[in-house]
């Protein structure tokens, strides 16, 4: 395939046949630096990677990694902060990882790509004075990749890391990965502003059919949940947990009140379980029906919780839960609760992924104030790539990652977001290190 900007380097292009990645000994990776940290963190990452791989497989394979151009970098290469050729380059190589983009928030129709500043003019930024990075505001470029390339499952790992101040006394005990549905729920739904036609029809039309009154001055919301969008985001959180030999998948939804959208979603999930997965799948109810609670070897428990509880549950006992598979709304709330468990959002890893692509990410913003200062944690980014060798099948550079850091956080070897909670706690053998020095911490302890 012919692209523009985009220079495929030499190496062996992923393929994909009966539902499996086919991975050479060079794959070619795209790689989007990001906005902000996002050019500290990136480089710190592939070095990372490249040392792991390089030791676990003594040379024998190493990724072939292709720049591939969004945000800021989008905006210099094509003119715009999400070009269409990244979108095909991604589905071509089908696999990238990418750090963080700059998110519009306020209401001013221009963003300046460099420092994030709004404002209501082109041209020069008014807060940085660059003038190669005002563009009109936009729609979110992360959510804009997952609408084009129909990633529908949002996937973050979440476990604790010794050495990490936590607030939960149980932090130790959380292991789980979170399968959010990315298409669905409140991301496809409509939102109608109080008195308007749309409102005051839905408000009539449920009025005129079910008598059921709603206050006029109420703005509506609709959201949707299919029988299609639950089926695959539960096989894929099933087919993880026997790929990786994890005994529960558990369904979270607010089933109790909203019985035809999550209530369903919880009904189509155990009847996608059982249809295309019996042969390893046991209910809950079944398990203590027909088994006295002794559960097979090998099986993996199918188990459902209601929203609001599951947030006491993994404070309290996380040790229950190993996948979760949830719509999109909830699948939020409870991935930064979840991280949150564990010491904060710095090193949460995420990604979103369809059958055939998947792309891994950093989950946090792009933090312009400290971009080149060569100071932020780059543990995000670099767990998202553990989770994308996992994917490739090449477990052991994944595993020497972790090892590595794990090592580096106990001996105390952070950087300043985490060596200020450690000191706070009264650790005092804390060695405050930089992004690229935190990097180096890990690989010297591979």
Known sequence: MDFKEVKIPEGDLIGYKDGELIIGDHPVIG?????????DISPVMRNVVDTAVEKAYTRERAISWCPLYAGLEGLHHYGSEFPDETVEAIRYLRIAIKGPFTTPIGEETHVCLHCAHQQYKPGKCEACGKD?????????????????????????PVRYFEGVPAPNKYADKVNFVIFRENTEDVYAGYDYENG???????????KDKTGREIRADSGIGIKPISVFGTERIVRKALQWAQAQGLPSVTLVHKGNIMKFTEGSFAKWGY???????GDITISEKRLWDELDGKMPKGKILMKDRIADSIFQQIQTRPDEYSVFALPNLNG???????IALVGGLGLGPGANMSDEVALFEATHGTAPKYTGQDKVNPGSLILSAVMMLNHMGWN??????????EQAIKDGHVTYDLARLMKREGREDVNEVSCSGFGEAIISRM
């Open 31 to 39: 790689v989007m630096r990001g906005d902000g940290i996002g050019l």
């Open 132 to 156: 190669d990075g005002v563009t009109e505001r936009f729609r979110s470029i992360n959510v804009r990749f997952r609408q084009h390339l129909d990633l529908f499952a949002c996937v973050r």
């Open 196 to 206: 308007s036609e749309m409102a005051r029809a839905i408000i009539g039309l449920i």
């Open 271 to 277: 009847e996608l379980a059982e249809k295309e997965f």
């Open 332 to 338: 939020d709330y409870l991935s930064d609760a979840a």
């Open 396 to 405: 052991e550079a994944a595993e020497m990652i972790i090892s590595g850091m």
